[in-house]
């Protein structure tokens, strides 16, 4: 079987190389929720990073849409709710949110 929070880790780390290049030297690969905390982590961090909302929102939806509600939990317990550390970030995506990530930002 495949594990389809490792797959959706890996669509992450493909359109996002500036993010995949921190985490290159991790040994956290079989660790989907570790992986996209640190997506989370990054984008509060790090001041300097060029990623949008816009961009975010269009990855993860493409990402719910390819491998379903599966993902869900990954996304709400491993990115939202450590993103939310960062009130001005989950604000932005709340409001640039669309579609299925939309609707998971909201429950």
């Known amino acids: 079987m495949v594990d389809i929070n490792k797959k959706f880790v890996e ?3 493909a359109s996002f190389p500036a993010f995949a290049e921190d985490e290159i030297n991790s040994n956290l690969y079989d660790l989907p929720y570790v ?14 990073h060029k990623i949008s909302c816009g ?8 990402g719910i849409e390819e491998f ?18 960062n009130k ?14 939309k609707k998971l930002i909201s429950e």
Do not use: H, P
């Not at 961009?55 to 939806?61: L, T």
């Not at 970030?89 to 579609?99: C, F, Q, S, V, Y």
């Open 68 to 85: 379903g509600a599966g993902i869900s939990n990954l996304i709400i317990v491993g990115f939202l709710e450590v993103l939310n550390d």
């Open 35 to 48: 992986i996209i905390g640190n997506f989370a982590v990054y984008l509060n961090t790090k001041r300097n």
């Open 55 to 62: 961009e975010v929102d269009y990855v993860f939806n493409q």
């Open 11 to 13: 669509k992450i780390l």
């Open 88 to 101: 001005e970030n989950i604000a932005e995506l709340k409001n640039k949110a669309t579609g299925e990530l």
